[in-house]
């Protein structure tokens, strides 16, 4: 047997093991208060909630989504002429099913224990809606049983060797640019820290910012950026190669919330006749919400997304350009500035026109720069940078400032002057800096925030 033959059977027994370590069932268990609040997506878009007690499965939401309507009419009508205002959340990427619910169950005690002690904030009713992108079982379906973004699983694996070479090719080949973009980049802003630029012209009173650049230790200047940084010239194409894969089913996954998987199958024109909402648990709660404002015209809906979580809520405001959505908070998005111009964007502007029966604002908090080029990974092995420094350095190409990261500071500073955005549509506007001292320092941490209170989200 040739050497060739035996590589290709290697690759196609790695092929094997990935296709059934990324088609290894998952569920989460739920009790009964969670059961009213969490969704949890599965990779195709179904329900993998097992509520607890009994464990039953309901697929397709049917019944999750009859609880939480009962309890959303149930929660605008206790209001009493109070507010009446639901909370949707999105988390963002690099988080499987599990760890999704494990933080939506953390989230949801804390703000019903904000709710008892009679904040006026947090007087809402909290949905989080959970989908699957873990980092391996992203990477696994991406490489193993999907084709062209939708899951294909006897030619997926039959051709995922060939994928793999692929992408392993690429990234041996970007070598040379990955090396000497993150290498260089890294030693240099390690050594000396990352400029905070400047806030542009008439966007000082919408802003809050920390312009200070951190003083390295001697070690973070002269140590730091050499050990283990020698070992990135190896790993830094495995991250490139992993990376790819992996985030393009992310970017999938995050549809499934509106389409499921088995609909993508179909010709887009014939799904949309059938349903043009869709059949994802996100579509179907959407009308739901719709209905309720139409017996409660002074229901509010508040939409916080962190990191890709924020690919979700454009969507959500795409979709809904009706939905009662007064206020959107995005934590770290890792949505592109032109994408969000073009969807979120607009609803905050058409929110400001005459005869809009009332205004929505949009807040976007950010790390301090310094902080998003130096986040470590494995003790710093592998490329410094957050994710979003990872989407804009290896996983996407741009060709403008508006294709940057929405979520990075200097990002969204450098590209402000280009949206032409007037000044009724400016004072619904919010950017917020967590300062270099704060106790959020990691992208993945920004959701920390209390987020339902407007002075943390102004930087108050």
């Known amino acids: 047997m040739s050497n060739i033959n035996r590589r290709i059977l290697k690759l196609s027994g790695a092929g094997l093991l990935g296709w059934t370590l990324s088609s290894c069932a998952t569920s989460v268990e739920l009790d009964s208060t969670q059961y009213q609040h969490i969704f949890a997506l599965g990779k195709d878009g179904r329900s993998v909630v097992e509520r607890v007690p009994g464990g039953e499965r309901d697929p397709d939401f049917s019944d999750q989504l009859a609880a939480v309507d009962k309890a959303l009419k149930a929660h ?35 703000m019903h224990k904000a709710r008892s002690t009679k904040d006026p904030e947090a007087q809402f009713y909290p ?14 379906f991406g490489l193993f049983q999907t084709l062209q973004g939708r899951i294909n699983r006897i030619p997926g694996v039959l051709t995922s060797p060939f994928r793999l070479v692929a ?70 194409p495995l991250a490139d190669t992993w990376g790819v894969t ?25 799904a949309a006749a059938k349903n043009k909402f869709g059949r994802g648990v996100l579509a179907e709660l959407g009308k739901k919400i719709l209905l309720l404002q139409e017996s409660h015209d002074d229901l509010r809906v ?3 997304a962190h990191s890709m979580g924020a690919h979700i809520a454009n969507e959500l405001l795409r979709r809904y350009p009706s939905l009662a959505v007064d206020r959107v908070v995005f934590l770290a998005p890792a949505c592109s500035i032109r994408e969000f111009a073009s969807t979120t964007l607009e609803f905050v502007k058409h929110s400001t026109e005459e005869g809009a029966p009332f205004e929505c604002e949009f807040f976007c908090v950010t790390l301090h720069p310094d902080r998003e080029r130096s986040e470590t990974m494995f003790g710093g092995f592998v490329p410094h940078g ?6 804009d350095d290896y996983l996407t190409t741009h060709h403008s400032v508006e ?12 590209a402000l002057p280009t949206l032409e955005i007037d000044d009724s549509v400016k004072k619904l506007m919010h950017v917020t800096m967590l300062p270099w001292e704060s106790d959020e320092q990691t992208h993945g941490a920004v959701d920390n925030i209390a987020f339902w209170k407007r002075d943390v989200l102004l930087g108050k």
Not at 209 to 230: A, C, E, L, R, T
Not at 403 to 414: V, Y
Request: net charge positive; hydrophobic share 40%; glycine share 10%.
């Open 403 to 414: 294709e940057g990261t929405l979520g990075t500071w200097n990002n969204l500073m450098n």
């Open 127 to 140: 949905i989080f809606v959970n989908w699957d992108s873990g980092p391996i079982s992203s990477w696994g």
């Open 167 to 236: 992408a392993l090719g690429r990234a041996i080949t970007r070598t040379p640019e990955t090396i000497f973009w993150q290498g260089v980049r890294n030693i240099r802003e390690t050594a000396k820290g990352v400029n905070v630029l400047e806030v542009p012209d008439g966007w000082s009173g919408q802003t809050s910012v920390d312009p200070g650049k951190p003083n390295p230790s001697f070690i973070k200047k002269h140590v730091q950026p050499w050990i283990p940084g020698i070992f990135r010239v190896v790993t830094t």
């Open 386 to 391: 957050s994710l979003l420094v990872y989407v």
């Open 246 to 270: 992996a985030y393009g089913d992310m970017r999938r996954t995050a549809h499934l919330p509106f389409v499921l998987e088995e609909d993508l199958r179909f010709d887009p024109s014939l």
């Open 76 to 110: 605008a009508t206790a209001a009493n002429g109070g507010e009446k205002r639901v909370l949707l959340f999105f988390h963002g990427g690099m988080n499987g099913v599990e760890a999704g619910c494990r933080n939506a169950k953390l989230k949801l005690a804390a």
């Open 302 to 304: 508040t939409v916080v």
